[in-house]
């Protein structure tokens, strides 16, 4: 799968140095791979679980 080289390479990438933050770690993923681009990464700003389980989540403070 896809997703497994990718945390591999992650994996290799941050074990590597030390992360204080975990805006660290961010920095970190997308520096993990070269070519054919860098990973992209999305930061999350908030998440919200509702009972019927629905998940809602911001990008920005800003957001409603």
């Given at each position: 799968?896809?997703?497994?080289s990718m945390d591999a390479i992650i994996e290799r990438c941050v074990n590597r140095?030390?992360?204080n933050v975990p805006a660290d770690y961010a920095y970190h993923c997308k520096k993990a791979r070269k070519n054919p681009k860098p990973y992209e990464?999305?930061?999350i700003r908030g998440?919200?679980?509702t009972p019927v389980g629905d998940i809602y989540y911001k990008l920005r403070f800003s957001d409603e």
């Amino acid at each position: 799968m896809q997703v497994d080289s990718m945390d591999a390479i992650i994996e290799r990438c941050v074990n590597r140095v030390r992360l204080n933050v975990p805006a660290d770690y961010a920095y970190h993923c997308k520096k993990a791979r070269k070519n054919p681009k860098p990973y992209e990464v999305t930061d999350i700003r908030g998440l919200r679980y509702t009972p019927v389980g629905d998940i809602y989540y911001k990008l920005r403070f800003s957001d409603e």
